[in-house]
């Protein structure tokens, strides 16, 4: 089982930054994909960026690129995003994800376990 904490939200003004952490642990995580996801109100759950685990292969969605970083920490078991440039539209819950399956992953059904999500508010 694969418990996975995260940390870092908050209220924001537009163009501040902010980071989150995800803190996992309960199995190995060197050959999966750590992903983190959001949901605006309203709206489906969408990919934001993931990062192979022990490789540092990244991928991030098109609306956050340039502006969102991630990374990962693996003497600590944990994955960073960096949110700078924020804008009202990143208003969400953002959710750490790890993937149930080898190699790298980006869709959302190919991640097993998730965090409890942690609220990221932008003001305009």
């Known amino acids: 089982q694969v418990q996975l904490v995260e940390s870092g939200g908050g209220l924001v003004q537009a163009g501040g930054s902010l980071r989150l952490s995800c803190t996992a642990s309960g199995r190995t995580f060197s050959s999966y994909t750590m992903g983190w996801f959001r949901q605006a109100p309203g709206k489906e759950r969408e990919f934001v960026a993931a990062?192979?685990?022990?490789?540092?292969?990244?991928n991030y969605a098109d609306s956050v690129k340039g502006r969102f970083t991630v990374s990962r920490d693996i003497a600590k078991n944990t994955v960073y995003l960096q949110m700078n440039s924020l804008k009202p539209e990143d208003t969400a819950a953002y959710y750490c994800?790890?993937?149930?399956?080898?190699?790298?992953?980006?869709?959302?059904?190919?991640?097993?376990?998730w965090g409890q999500g942690t609220q990221v508010t932008v003001s305009s």
């Open positions: 994800a790890a993937a149930s399956r080898s190699g790298f992953a980006v869709a959302e059904e190919d991640f097993g376990s």
């Open positions: 990062i192979n685990w022990f490789g540092a292969r990244t």
